[in-house]
């Protein structure tokens, strides 16, 4: 069974773009792997970079570089362990995070 599209007659020459360039940007930052991987990692908590670099199967500074980039959009925040001021967990921002699921979710609905 198919459905035929109403035929117009004159093109819509006033359609207004939708304004995409967040999702666009959260589209570019879980494009790559690891970053998206870190990101669904810290849906279960807090990690530091060691524990996250060891589950990627990746050096220490390529995680903390990917972390950088998702820290500059927000969507994770940095704390020093009370314990041991050396060891920097990573968490995810939810309200961004939430925010940019809405931005993605806005175009694919």
Do not use: Q
Request: one cysteine or more; hydrophobic letters at 45%; proline letters at 4%.
């Amino acid at each position: 069974m198919s459905t035929s599209l109403p035929v117009i007659c004159v093109p819509r020459l006033d359609l207004e773009a939708p304004d995409v360039a967040e999702a666009v940007a959260i589209g570019a930052l879980v494009a790559d792997g690891t970053r998206a991987s870190i990101l669904r990692m810290l849906r279960d908590g807090p990690h530091c970079v060691c524990e996250l670099a060891a589950a990627l199967g990746e050096r220490e500074n390529n995680v903390s570089n990917h972390l950088a980039k998702l820290r500059d959009a927000g969507l994770v925040r940095a704390s020093r362990h009370e314990a041991n001021a050396r060891f920097l967990y990573y968490e995810r921002d939810e309200a961004v995070v939430g925010r940019a699921r809405a931005a993605v979710e806005e175009i694919l609905r």
